[in-house]
């Protein structure tokens, strides 16, 4: 597909090109994605060794496909904690700053919590400890079930480390738990997707506070997804009467400050 002349940028901190067809990623670029963040996943990883090459597999490969697609790559590696591999966590731990050599990696993501298992609770603490030793931002995973109750666990976890709010992203945020993540200080992130926030929602919460530490995100690649998020939430914010700077804000200039916020 041919690449249109396309004057509005778009930054994507959460896909995962790993779920996506070549083709879809030449669409998303023709519609304006010029940069994205492809994130590690569960990925039926059911162990250590599995795990890493998951993250080889994004590092080595996945980033060659979005640049063919002419999509800036870029890649948050983590152990998500949709399946923690039972042996083999520290060994992982150690390997991981090696991967930030790659100047292509850019963050720790997704981690989070699923269950809230002490387990996973002991996982999410020593990621968010090695980022804040790394210097590097954090993409968090919150789930559907039980959002509130595990969006507060995070936060509480988050204030027991070093790694400044400000550097964090808690995405997949809803209605509920918007105001307090931001209050917290983290970065929101409202992803686009079935079963996420509805791009109108989007455009009055954005409305009501401003743009600032907010992101809209697509969560592409995971589960069903709808390609022309982020082009349909731009299409709801101008519908919104938000200005055009308003949607270059949450849309390119946020996720890449973002990035920059160590």
């Not at 999410?124 to 919150?142: D, E, G, M, N, Y």
């Amino acid at each position: 597909m041919p690449h249109a002349s396309v004057v509005f940028v778009f930054v994507d901190l959460h896909l995962h090109a790993d779920g996506i067809s070549s083709s879809d990623l030449e669409t998303l670029a023709y519609f304006g994605l010029k940069a994205a963040v492809t994130c590690a996943r569960d990925a039926g990883a059911g162990s250590a060794d599995e795990l890493r090459r998951h993250w080889d597999e994004l590092v080595q490969n996945q980033t060659q496909r979005l640049k063919l697609a002419g999509i800036r790559p870029l890649v948050a590696l983590a152990l998500p904690p949709n399946r923690i591999p039972w042996h083999g966590v520290d060994d992982l731990l150690n390997r991981l700053p090696h991967y930030f050599d790659d100047p292509r990696v850019v963050a720790l993501g997704e981690l989070g919590l699923i269950d809230g298992t002490p387990r996973e609770e002991d996982i999410f603490s020593r990621q968010l400890k090695l980022a804040a030793r790394l210097r590097r931002p954090v993409i968090v995973h919150t789930p559907h079930r039980e959002k509130l109750l595990r969006t507060k666990r995070l936060l509480a976890l988050l204030q027991e480390t070093a790694l400044p709010p400000g550097s964090v992203l808690i995405d997949h945020v809803s209605e509920e738990t918007f105001p307090l993540v931001r209050g917290f200080g983290c970065w929101a992130g409202l992803t686009l997707q079935p079963g996420g926030i509805e791009p109108k929602a989007a455009a009055a919460l954005i409305s009501r506070h401003g743009a600032e530490r907010l992101v809209l995100t697509s969560d592409i690649g995971e589960g069903a997804t709808d390609l022309l998020a982020l082009p349909k939430a731009r299409e709801a914010l101008r519908e919104a009467g938000l200005s055009e700077e308003l949607s270059h804000r949450v849309l390119s200039e946020g996720p890449l400050a973002f990035l920059k916020s160590f």
